[in-house]
């Protein structure tokens, strides 16, 4: 019993501390003056790719924040799937509002892959005139420097720049609930991952040079399921790092509802785990509620008060989040606590959801899944097997069999 005790305050000291070391990576990495100093040399030309789909409360200002960018020279191509989309209204107006900057709107999609988003912006890869292209989801709100904010973060050995966005303007619960997600869940593992030198891409800002996204061919960004997914494991291939860009910019939400914050996030669950199964495993240890019953275990069986022990661990994990949000001026209330606690509560719900699902819904259109290429082995960086046996050890100490075996037969695979 003592050993299954030792294990668990282990067990608990691993997770606090993942939490923690994330948090000060992503103050230092989001704070207001981490921006990058100012691109040095030559200005090169950009295209700017930004694949539309429907109207959001807050098209306007992410269209137009497009034509306020401080680069000497660039050109926007807007990608609408459907000539009838309400969306292409809106643009055609942004465009000719701002005739300064060179700019287009491409209707009609390639069918590349089931992924519409990837389908949608392949005009804009077409008809692109400069050697570096960035691919902008049309609901992130780009600053003025956002041009400069990429390049100056492409470091040397880099294959392309990426950036997550934050969760901003936040109407009613359910919006704060995306923010908890988006903000202090999700960017700060991005940004602690790549600090460790294991960067990934997201989806909302992908750079890359013409010429070397051609050598792998821009149709094998159809070969997952998501074109981030697919990003990341071609520049894998390549042995090129992936740079991210910070702090991060806004996804203005508006108005959420529970039914689209949950099938936004078990959509991601579910590529996730389709596009790299072996590190999808460990998210079961994600948020509070592991830590929180090995904590009640822990305090039973040394006579500690439950209440006291658990208040005292929701302290130290959500303290610092509340922190992290204030420091990188992300939106911050009472609306917080809630959300991130109810957040955590959801993330083993989203976890098993993603096992018991073969498609996602993307925009109205559904991805089959087992329809995607089946070559998905993901190869674990020989350094990272000792951390996925440690998870297994530590799962079975603490009563977990069905964990344990799971995690068990993909280290043996590795």
Not at 218 to 239: C, I, N, V, Y
Request: proline share 7%.
């Amino acid at each position: 019993m003592l050993i299954d005790v030792l294990l668990a305050i282990v067990f608990i000291a691993f997770l606090v501390a993942i939490q923690l070391v994330s948090i000060a990576i992503a103050i230092v990495r989001c704070r207001p003056g981490a921006r990058p100093v100012a691109v040095q040399g030559p200005h090169p030309g950009i295209s700017i790719v930004r694949p539309l789909c429907g109207l959001e409360t807050f098209s306007a200002q992410t269209l137009e924040a497009t034509f306020a960018i401080d680069w000497p020279e660039y050109e926007v191509l807007f990608c609408v799937a459907d000539a009838d989309d309400p969306i292409v209204g809106l643009a055609q107006a942004a465009i000719a509002n701002h005739p300064e900057v060179t700019a287009r709107l491409l209707i009609g999609a390639e069918r590349l892959g089931s992924n519409p988003k990837l389908n949608n912006m392949a005009s804009g890869w077409r008809v692109a005139r400069y050697d570096i292209v960035v691919f902008t989801d049309s609901n992130l709100l780009v600053g003025t420097d956002y041009l400069h904010r990429l390049m100056a973060s492409w470091r040397e050995g880099a294959g392309m720049v990426t950036s997550p966005a934050f969760g901003a303007c936040p109407q009613g619960f359910w919006a704060h609930v995306e923010c908890a997600m988006l903000n202090t869940y999700q960017a700060r593992i991005q940004y602690a991952v790549d600090t460790l030198g294991f960067g990934f891409a997201q989806g909302k800002t992908l750079m890359f040079r013409r010429h070397d996204l051609e050598r792998g061919g821009f149709e094998m960004l159809a070969s997952e399921p998501a074109e981030d997914a697919a990003s990341t494991k071609l520049m894998r291939a390549k042995g090129a790092d992936i740079a991210v860009a910070g702090p991060p910019y806004p996804q203005p939400l508006g108005h959420r509802t529970f039914r689209q914050v949950w099938q936004r996030h078990l959509r991601w669950a579910r590529l996730r785990r389709a596009s790299f199964p072996t590190l999808f495993a460990p998210e079961i240890f994600s948020g509070i509620l592991p830590p929180l019953l090995a904590t009640l275990f822990v305090s039973g069986e040394l006579g500690w008060s439950p209440v006291l022990a658990s208040l005292v661990l929701l302290f130290v994990w959500y303290a610092p989040e509340f922190l992290l949000a204030r420091v990188a001026g992300w939106p911050l209330s009472w609306a917080m606590l809630p959300a991130v606690v109810l957040r955590d509560a959801l993330l083993p719900a989203l976890y098993c959801g993603a096992f018991f699902g073969k498609s996602v819904s993307w925009n109205g259109n559904q991805v089959d899944l087992d329809a995607m290429p089946k070559n998905r082995r993901q190869v674990l960086r020989p350094h990272l097997r000792p951390q996925l046996l440690s998870a297994v050890m530590l799962a079975g100490s603490l009563r977990m069999p069905r964990v344990a075996s799971r995690l068990r037969r993909l280290a043996d695979r590795l």
